[in-house]
């Protein structure tokens, strides 16, 4: 793992091999291993490349100094946010999104897509009047599973708020622009329609489009086909970290020099009798059916699980250098990123926090950022029993002094868009960043001992934001940290 910290707040851990592996920067302190980890050789350049190839024995922690961090400079490998766009339960305009978020409005409501009368539970954040008029002809829309057209959508408008229409599209090279929108569960009505169309007609009955509209790389693939992108484009699929996990490698294709812009984010609609049903044999779901607008709580001691929310989240991730060129406006800047896995069960976080707490260090190394910088956290912040507190504990763990630190939950709002999420979020992120408020996390009513983190509770505040992260974790341990900034030449 890769990590840096000032002077004032980090620790190396030593082991018995030091002298022939080296030292590796772990974490920050407070933070107490618990079992025996691997470890390689350290340099002393902030970026740190450690290599997991020596075994160590018992983890002793002691003191000592790494240079400060350094952010990138070279305007080829800089990457700036020049669009936006989704597709939420607050509808498909960026500004109205925002404002409803600030107003603390709960877009959770009784689900009536389909009869969930049997179900234990009966809510959700479905979308509703979603028209994909001006985005998508009329004989693909009746085709196709909701997740495309949220997905389709949200690009679309993603590049029109980048003033890359499909006027200025053609007047570019296309093949230095990329896609990377993924999805957690893919087109999950089109698969259960067609599952259900085999067992209860047979296979000649299948449609054609079940496995196109079914796969988790349509949504890449249909946006490029629509816009004639030609860059890098593929799905990545890691549950509800899929958004972030696409930032962070769209954001590495531009750095590498494969890609000037990338499309990318996440998108999901699995409100459908299989995605409601199966998530309630995960027991995973809140199931506060007398009160949904209340059922998403982060943090509250009375929580009871996540509630299931649905669309599409993207962003247009464009090099400083093509920006400036083409004369785009910038709304601010990504930093960096990492990915980590937990490597500890399908379902359940670890209580330790180690998975998280060593993915926001990554992501602060690769940003170069350090820990006294970052003032917000956009929390995934679920409202689970586990993992709020398991991700609190960790935020803790990396950030020493959190006196002046907010941190909320979009999801209080918006319920959990599943592969969605992180996508949403950074666009609540990067809104905070503009606007100069942060939304509240409602629903808090009796908060957590452990919460010493101010959680803007119910009621919006105005924030200065000089560095914040979004934080999206999976099932699977899959986690995953963005870091983004306003934008300073």
């Known amino acids: 793992m890769a990590t840096f910290a000032s002077a004032s707040s980090c620790v190396l851990i030593n082991s018995k091999e030091s002298q022939r592996n080296g030292v590796s920067l772990f974490q920050y302190s407070g933070l107490r291993p618990v079992e025996s980890m691997q470890f390689g050789a350290i340099s002393c350049d902030p970026k740190v490349s450690i290599s997991t190839s020596a075994k160590c024995g018992r983890i002793k922690a002691m003191a000592s100094t790494v240079s400060a961090p350094k952010r990138e400079k070279d305007p080829k490998k800089r990457i700036v946010i020049t669009g936006m766009g989704l597709v939420s339960v607050f509808g498909n305009d960026i500004d109205a999104f925002y404002n409803k978020l600030l107003e603390g409005v709960s877009g959770i409501s009784q689900i009536d897509r389909f009869d969930a009368s049997e179900f234990s ?31 389709l959508v949200s690009g679309k408008r993603a590049l029109e708020d980048a003033n890359l229409g499909q006027e200025v599209l053609e007047t570019m090279d ?29 296979y000649k009955k299948i449609t054609p489009f079940f496995i196109p509209y079914s796969i988790t790389n349509m949504g890449s693939a249909l946006l490029a086909i629509d816009t004639g992108l030609m860059g ?38 699995a409100v459908i009798p299989t995605g409601v ?35 599409s989240g993207v962003l247009v991730m464009e090099s400083l250098e093509h920006a400036m060129k083409r004369g785009a406006n910038i709304i601010a800047e990504y930093l960096g990123g990492a990915v980590t896995c937990d490597a500890h069960h399908m379902t359940d976080p670890r209580s330790d926090g180690l998975g998280v707490s060593s993915c926001i260090i990554k992501s602060l190394e690769d940003a170069g950022v350090a820990p006294e910088e970052v003032n917000y956290v956009n929390a995934h912040a679920t409202s689970t029993l586990a993992g709020d507190l398991a991700e609190v504990n960790a935020i803790k763990k990396v950030f020493k002094n959190t006196s002046e630190m907010k941190m909320n939950g979009t999801k209080s709002m918006t319920g959990h868009g599943l592969g969605a999420a992180g996508g949403l ?10 606007t100069g408020w942060l939304h509240p996390t409602i629903n808090q009513y009796n908060l957590e001992p452990e919460v010493t983190i101010d959680t803007v509770p119910n009621v919006k505040k105005q924030h200065e934001v ?8 999976g099932f699977g341990g899959h986690n995953s940290v963005v870091v983004f900034a306003p934008f300073k030449p």
């Open 121 to 151: 539970v009966r809510f959700a954040g479905q979308i509703r009047n979603f028209s994909s008029k001006g985005y998508i002809d009329g004989k693909n829309d009746r085709r196709l599973d909701d997740c495309w057209r949220y997905c």
């Open 174 to 202: 296309r093949t230095r622009i990329g896609v990377l929108v993924g999805s957690g569960m893919g087109g999950i009505t089109a698969f259960s329609n067609g599952v259900e169309a085999l067992i209860q007609k047979g």
């Open 232 to 269: 890098p484009n593929y799905s990545i699929s890691t549950a509800c970290a899929t958004a972030n996990y696409c930032f962070y490698a769209a954001a590495n294709h531009i750095r590498r020099g494969e890609a000037d812009i990338m499309v990318a984010g996440g998108t999901e609609a």
């Open 277 to 311: 049903g199966g998530f309630i044999a995960c027991r995973a779901l809140s199931q506060r059916n007398d009160e949904p607008e209340r059922a998403s709580r982060p943090w509250d001691k009375h929580r009871d699980g996540f509630v299931i929310g649905e669309g």
């Open 425 to 434: 979020e950074a666009i609540a992120t990067i809104k905070a960043i503009n």
């Open 466 to 473: 000089n560095v914040g992260i979004s934080n999206s974790f």
